[in-house]
């Protein structure tokens, strides 16, 4: 056996070395610079660490939970090849791939129902966790003895992948499967804010009693999940984690390849916390353009206060983007630097420039899903400030400070 996991890691780095891939980013990884620190070590992402996993899938039937982001790099750079390729490629045997939102190649709408089907690279048939199902069935899981997930997340609790988790994490508990997390750095990990999600308001874009913005990478978030007891009946489950090596929650992570068809770039990735509660607006946050997450606007903003213009028109991830073939006036935050809060300016500047205000929040209740309270579309309504807003949610955040730190894998 040592032979074969010896050989199996060579072939690996052969394969790894041969492959070629977007070769932007990850060399370029830097420590934030708000630490001073003169770290300048390559982070090392849970699914490269081979060494640490593949033993535990030697002669096993595996499940993966992946999508475009699942990936193998190398060390010193960021060529990588996909971890479904890699593993199968070691003789690793492969029998079902779950897909999230956006699907296992990534390039399905927010929002948009996916399919079962099958992988035609490889022939591996692929079960959506965002379509008919959002949890495996035991049906799904009767020919999997071992789940792998690894999923590039980026921190905020109405980012679905963090749901799935959860439904794959209470599946594996019920069929009594392991599960191995490959964990991966959150660009957003560096602090915590938001207003946590009140149970009555639980939905797949807010699970638990969490902020909107955690702080936790998806390996540690597994470990509060089990740890406080939020699956099913209290359901616990083997859980082993792949640490990402040379990290911590202060380091700058700039993501190699885009989480989602609308997160295209790091300004995005950034902003996602704070704009993404226009989703429950009439505002839009420039889907539809290639500045997705980096704008907002509308064509009812006052012209006045608002003179950045853009015309949402379909595309890649958003086949009927809102304002469709408008011209929305708003802001451009393409240039804004990583924030280390949750700015509600945004929020309360476009609904202030909103002649008809009872129009600005949709009807549907998303808002409140998405805010995981309706005390936020109050306090807007309201005329709250900022400060008075944030005011309301420091007992909570410090409350959630303490459990969080029971779970922690990384300074």
């Known amino acids: 056996m040592i032979l074969k996991f010896f050989k199996n890691t060579v072939l690996l780095f052969v394969f790894v070395l041969m492959s070629c891939g977007n070769k932007s980013k990850l060399s370029a990884l830097k420590h934030n610079s708000s630490t001073k620190s003169k770290m300048t070590?390559?982070?090392?992402?849970?699914?490269?660490?081979?060494?640490?996993?593949?033993g535990q899938l030697t002669n096993k039937r595996?499940?993966?939970v992946a999508n475009q982001t699942s990936v193998i790099y190398k060390t010193q750079d960021s060529t990588y090849t996909h971890l479904v390729d890699s593993l199968r490629r070691l003789g690793v045997t492969i029998t079902k791939v779950f897909a999230p939102e956006h699907g296992f190649r990534g390039s399905a709408d927010a929002g948009e129902f996916v399919k079962d089907g099958i992988d035609t690279k490889t022939g591996v048939p692929i079960i959506s966790l965002y379509g008919s199902n959002k949890k495996p069935s035991a049906t799904h899981l009767k020919t999997i003895d071992v789940m792998l997930f690894d999923?590039?997340?980026?921190?905020?609790?109405?980012?679905?992948?963090?749901?799935?988790?959860?439904?794959?994490?209470?599946?594996?508990?019920?069929a009594n499967i392991p599960i191995i997390i490959l964990d991966r750095p959150n660009p957003n990990g560096h602090y915590i804010d938001g207003p946590t999600l009140e149970p009555k308001h639980k939905?797949?874009?807010?699970?638990?009693?969490?902020?909107?913005?955690?702080?936790?990478?998806?390996?540690?978030?597994?470990?509060?999940?089990?740890g406080e007891g939020w699956l099913n009946n209290n359901a616990t489950t083997q859980l082993t984690v792949i640490p990402v090596k040379h990290y911590n929650h202060t380091r700058a992570y700039p993501i190699?390849?885009?989480?989602?068809?609308?997160?295209?770039?790091?300004?995005?990735?950034?902003l996602y916390p704070s704009l993404c509660f226009?989703?429950?607006?009439?505002?839009?946050?420039?889907?539809?353009?290639?500045?997705?997450?980096?704008?907002?606007?509308?064509?009812?903003?006052n012209r006045t206060k608002f003179n950045y213009t853009f015309v949402p028109k379909p595309n890649t991830g958003a086949k009927y983007p809102k304002h469709q073939g408008k011209q929305c006036v708003g802001v451009d935050l393409s240039n804004e630097k990583p924030l280390n809060k949750i700015n509600l300016k945004y929020l309360i500047e476009a609904y202030q420039g909103t002649a008809n205000k009872n129009d600005f929040f949709i009807k549907n209740g998303f808002f409140t899903k998405l805010a995981g309270t309706t005390k936020l579309q109050e306090q807007i309504e309201n005329n709250l400030t900022e400060a008075e807003i944030k005011a309301t949610w420091q007992e909570d955040l410090e409350a959630f400070k303490q459990i969080r730190a029971q779970y922690l894998i990384y300074d």
Do not use: W
């Open 41 to 54: 070590k390559a982070i090392e992402v849970g699914a490269s660490r081979t060494d640490m996993y593949l």
């Open 62 to 64: 595996v499940g993966i």
């Open 278 to 301: 226009f989703e429950g607006t009439t505002i839009s946050v420039g889907r539809g353009t290639d500045k997705q997450f980096q704008v907002y606007g509308a064509p009812f903003l």
């Open 256 to 270: 190699p390849i885009k989480p989602s068809p609308n997160l295209p770039n790091d300004t995005a990735i950034h």
């Open 203 to 226: 939905s797949f874009v807010g699970m638990h009693p969490v902020p909107v913005v955690h702080g936790m990478t998806i390996g540690e978030y597994a470990k509060m999940i089990q």
């Open 151 to 174: 999923i590039q997340d980026v921190g905020a609790r109405f980012y679905t992948y963090i749901s799935s988790l959860h439904f794959v994490m209470e599946a594996c508990a019920e």
